[in-house]
């Protein structure tokens, strides 16, 4: 409410003014014509004002009334008035508060809120109707206006009644009874002949316990209606008052107290207490593998509506039912009903629950999931309309009637999480049963990471995090988590208390295998050979699995199909799911042979796009599998299947790279370049197999630095294909991985001259990617050697072949060296332009290391033209994403822009802080001339620092270093010979023994 002019006129007539009541009237048809004019919100001609409330005067009077009305008005709130000769209105500015139009406002919009904001706009509303509109105002000699009013209060009633009689039912529904309570007495209070809310009155008082208070108003609503009306409640009424009655005798409910605090599952509980009170919602069923918590969390819902339910609430274990029984027994038994001498049943049930707002929870039901206990479900939701039927199964009913919620484990820190571990369900979980096994385990800075990492290995799963926890009182987090990566076994209980179904994991898992037929076993024990999810087509490919199938194990809660149409399962059920694979090794062999051969296909046909303009569509294809590639390469390695190699090589190069696998992929080529050179091969297509491997391994140890091994590998394989007459498309990478080995070693003039056969191997193999990849190499070797015209021409050439591919990862680093080169020149805003387009092309893909390099090269426009601050925030940035990428070459050389940035602003302590951390680095990569670069920057520092002679001695190493590039050796020349005396201070600094490490312990 605003603190200007306030109009409250439902209930009496009050007018206030900054919180002041406004008394200056003088008569009470002054404030009454100002309500007037702020309920009609128009200009209202002066002779109808005169008529409305001085209509029994004459009109001369009347007009003269109104006359001395207007100008006290005027006198007490003229910002407020319009008054004109022929009208008077009442003006929006300065603005108003009226609670008549903030009460129709608050009921219109509140219809186009969700529930919750809808409960609460128009409980607000309906607080603003304290009474009728202008309730006690007596006007004498105006009729018209009480014909007005008379209209006005009941169209406002009647808004109020039924704001009021909506606002109850929602309460109701979303189980807010308390709140229910008071909006249906402040119903009552303006209708009480309204039946509808006391029966409403009734069941919320019921609801909550006080089941006397709802007898006492069934008994007023009886004597209102009598006394009015002259008639009995209507039998609904009637009804209800008998259910409330026979809910105070017996008991109302079956329910045990629970051994321990339910812990998590706020979402779930709050999803199910909206259905729950939803009477559209009849049949529930909570879906989910065994040890999920369907149970617990069933257990927790139903204690929390005890009160709710008139006819009770009662669980019904459906354990002990066999594959074939009956079920109704079972639930005759939960509810007390004696059964002795009865025929029929299910006709006994029908008659208990028919008129019972009753609920029942069936556990369990995977147990008794046959065509009969379904049909018997059917009827009883049809004979008794107020039961609800709350089902756990590992497997759906496939009812119509059904409403599933699907149960996954409870939420657990990401790896390197920064939320607090304790904020985790999982967590909280583990800790808590952990505590009762014994009172000392505590969550501490120690363990927190280790206990998450237990959770996410879990994924969750409830029984599995209590039984983990069970053992933290023999052995420590570390050895838990090392059990459970190897076996499921460690997850078994010995409590005696402990359920005989929850005292083993993998006894749980056991029960709903058995419950699957051959084919379906078949097909979920051969889809473990899968990692990371899998589709319909691989699964028919690999494992002749049908859509049908696949459709019955997730039916089972063995299988989730995400979003995405792919299928997946909790982490301890594929270890369930491995153990049955490994137990038939005939199966596994084929199986495994299968999969490598689906995912060389597979590969083979995405490796066209990949190297054209269909990349990102293509990328993002095999991005979805990479687990499954993974597994493919370890078993075709295991299978000496070089074929594998063959077929995949050439995509696997690109995506590695574009995705940020560096090292994953350096391991993998070591590792399948040891198994197949174990095999010996024979024949010259597998020798060539074998030395692409070598190459590619070569290629990526280039990418994390080690450049020494790189040039051993790229030099034999190139060796080796050379022999083999390999196809010159293979010899072409070869070449071009053999000069980057050469350049990482600072041997430019052997790195050019492996670039340039590159480009006549790619040219006989008329590849436009593999020359463009060529000319754009040879064109960066020239920026570094300083001869920015033949680099300016081979770029060009580079692109206008580059471009008419349309292939991103090309464009992302010829735009990139184009934009280099416009720098160069002073080119900014040219360059600027270019290089935005390179990191386009870097998003386009995720290529996280191609969006860091454009990233770095914004930050050295920025550098060139002075914007430092800016210049730092793009080196900080592409840090992170060639950390990010496992790239430390280009980590360390971002990182030594950033401390040059840093310096340029005089921060001096955050630019040795960079320098150091660059140094070790580009140490740890072996990248000679970044540590050239990085030495330089440290000479700069020490310069501004007062440390001539050290300086010097670092300048004079990096002029004369053979990996310092042109740039960096032509810096280092100037700014010794900047300074005079510098012999002097040489021969100082050649008296101390240079080292990086030296330079390290100074810095």
């Given at each position: ?31 009454a ?10 200009p ?74 809808h ?24 009729p ?40 249906a007495?402040r ?80 979402d ?11 009477p ?11 040890g ?25 274990s ?68 107020m ?48 505590q ?25 799963m409830?029984l ?17 988590l ?95 799911a ?16 299968r ?33 499954n ?16 190699f ?59 630095g ?43 003039e ?18 436009a ?48 060296r184009?934009?280099?080169?416009l720098?160069?020149?002073g ?5 600027q ?47 992170e ?46 990248a ?5 670069d ?20 670092l ?17 280092a ?31």
């Open positions: 409410m605003t603190a200007g002019l306030q109009i409250r006129l439902f209930g009496g007539l009050e007018i206030r003014q900054g919180n002041v009541p406004i008394t200056a009237f003088i008569s009470n048809k002054a404030p014509l100002l309500g007037y004019l702020a309920v009609v919100g128009r209202v001609q002066r002779e109808l004002l005169a008529t409305l409330f001085w209509g029994e005067m004459g009109d001369g009077d009347a007009k003269n009334n109104l006359r001395q009305v207007l100008t006290n008005l005027r006198k007490v709130l003229d910002p407020h008035l319009d008054i004109t000769r022929e009208s008077v209105a009442l003006r929006t500015e300065p603005a108003y508060w009226l609670d008549v139009a903030e009460f129709a406002r608050g009921i219109k919009v509140a219809a186009h809120l969700p529930p919750e904001e409960i609460a706009r128009l409980a607000a509303a309906t607080m603003l109707y304290r009474g009728d509109l202008l309730e006690g105002v007596l006007l004498r000699e105006a018209d206006f009480e014909d007005w009013l008379t209209m006005q209060r009941v169209r406002l009633r009647e808004l109020a009644l039924n704001a009021l009689h909506e606002l109850v039912g929602l309460q109701m529904a979303e189980a807010r009874f308390a709140d229910a309570i008071d909006s007495t119903l009552l209070a303006l209708d009480p002949w309204r039946e509808e809310a006391h029966r409403q009155l009734m069941l919320a008082l019921a609801r909550t316990g006080q089941r006397s208070a709802a007898l006492a108003q069934y008994e007023q609503c009886r004597r209102t209606l009598r006394m009015v009306f002259d008639v009995e409640p209507a039998l609904e009424t009637s009804e209800l008052a008998e259910q409330i009655k026979t809910a105070r005798r017996g008991p109302r409910h079956n329910l045990l107290p629970p051994i321990n605090a339910f812990v998590g599952r706020n779930e509980l709050r999803v199910l207490r909206r259905l729950l009170a939803d559209s919602v009849r049949l529930i069923t909570l879906i989910g593998p065994g999920i918590g369907k149970t617990r969390l069933a257990m927790q819902s139903a204690a929390e509506r005890i009160d709710y339910h008139l006819g009770g609430v009662w669980f019904v459906l354990i002990p039912v066999g594959d074939a029984d009956d079920i109704i027994p079972a639930i005759l038994t939960a509810l007390r009903i004696p059964t002795l001498g009865v025929d029929n049943l299910l006709q006994t049930l029908v008659n208990y629950l028919r008129h019972r707002d009753a609920l029942l929870i069936l556990d369990n039901f995977e147990h008794a999931l046959t065509p009969a206990n379904l049909d018997s479900i059917a009827r009883l939701l049809t004979a008794a309309p039961l609800r039927i709350l089902v756990t199964s590992r497997t759906r009913l496939q009812m119509q009637t059904e409403r599933i919620i699907e149960i996954e484990g409870l939420p657990s820190p990401a790896p390197d999480d920064d939320p607090a571990a304790e904020a985790f369900a999982a967590v909280e979980l583990l800790v808590r049963r952990a009762q096994q014994e009172a000392t385990f505590a969550l501490t800075a120690q363990n927190k990471e280790v206990i998450a990492q237990i959770c996410r290995a879990v994924d969750g409830p599995a995090i209590e039984l983990a926890a069970a053992w933290l009182c023999t052995l420590t987090v570390d050895e838990v090392s059990e459970i990566a190897h076996s499921a076994d460690i997850l078994t209980s010995t409590m005696h208390d402990a359920p005989p179904r929850h005292r083993s994991l993998s006894a749980v898992f056991a029960s709903s295998w058995r419950m699957l037929t051959a084919e379906e076993q078949a097909v979920y024990a051969g889809a473990a050979i899968f990692r990371g999810g899998f589709d319909a087509g691989a699964a028919r490919a690999v494992v002749d699995a049908t859509p049908a199938t696949l459709s019955r194990l997730v039916n089972h809660s063995l299988l989730r199909r995400s979003a995405d149409g792919r299928y997946r399962r909790h982490p301890l059920l594929l270890q369930f491995i153990e049955q694979l490994h137990g038939d090794p005939l199966r596994l062999a084929s199986t495994a042979q999969h490598v051969a689906y995912f060389a296909h597979f590969l083979k046909l995405h490796t066209p796009a990949l190297y054209g303009a269909g990349q990102p569509d293509a990328l993002n294809a095999v991005r979805r599998d990479l687990d590639i993974r597994q493919a390469w370890h078993l075709a390695g295991e299978q000496r299947a070089f074929f594998f063959a077929d995949t090589l050439d995509a696997l190069l690109l995506v590695f790279d574009i995705v940020g696998l560096i090292q994953v992929a350096r391991d993998l080529c070591r590792l399948a370049g040891q198994q197949l050179a174990a095999a010996n091969p024979t024949s010259s297509a597998e020798r060539i197999v074998l030395a692409r491997v070598q190459a590619m391994e070569g290629a990526f140890e280039f990418r994390v080690n450049f020494a091994r790189a040039r051993a590998l790229t030099e034999a394989a190139r060796d080796a294909l050379c022999d083999e007459q390999a196809d010159p498309w293979v010899l072409g990478h070869a070449y071009i991985f053999l000069g980057g080995a050469y350049f990482g070693l600072g041997d430019l052997r790195t050019l001259a492996e670039f340039h056969r590159a480009l006549d191997a790619y040219t006989a193999a008329d590849s990617w593999g020359r463009a990849t060529a000319l754009g190499n040879i064109a960066e070797m020239h920026m570094v050697a300083g001869s920015e015209a033949a680099a300016l021409d081979y770029a060009q050439r580079a692109q206008a072949i580059a471009e008419p591919t349309g292939n991103a990862y090309l464009l992302v680093h010829n735009t990139y184009l934009a280099v080169l720098a160069t020149a080119e900014y805003a040219a360059a332009r270019c290089q935005r387009a390179s990191l386009a092309y870097a998003e386009q893909l995720n290529y996280t290391s191609g969006i860091g390099i454009a990233t770095a090269s914004l930050g050295d426009i920025a550098f060139a033209t002075g914007e430092y601050a800016v210049a730092s925030q793009y080196f900080a940035d592409a840090v994403l060639h950390r990010t990428a496992g790239n430390w070459m280009d980590e360390a050389r971002c990182l030594v822009r950033q401390a040059e940035a840093a310096l340029a602003q005089n921060q001096c302590e955050p630019c040795r802080s960079l320098l150091h951390t660059a140094l070790r680095k580009a140490m740890q990569a072996d000679h001339a970044v540590q050239m990085a030495l330089l920057q440290v000479a700069r520092l020490w310069l501004q620092q007062q440390r001539s002679a050290e300086a010097a001695a300048l004079d190493h990096v002029a004369a270093a053979p990996a310092s590039t042109v740039a960096t050796r032509t810096i020349t100037e700014l010794l010979a900047a300074y005079t005396s510098r012999q002097s201070r040489v021969e100082h600094a050649k008296s101390q023994i240079f080292s990086l490490a030296h330079v390290l312990a100074h810095l």
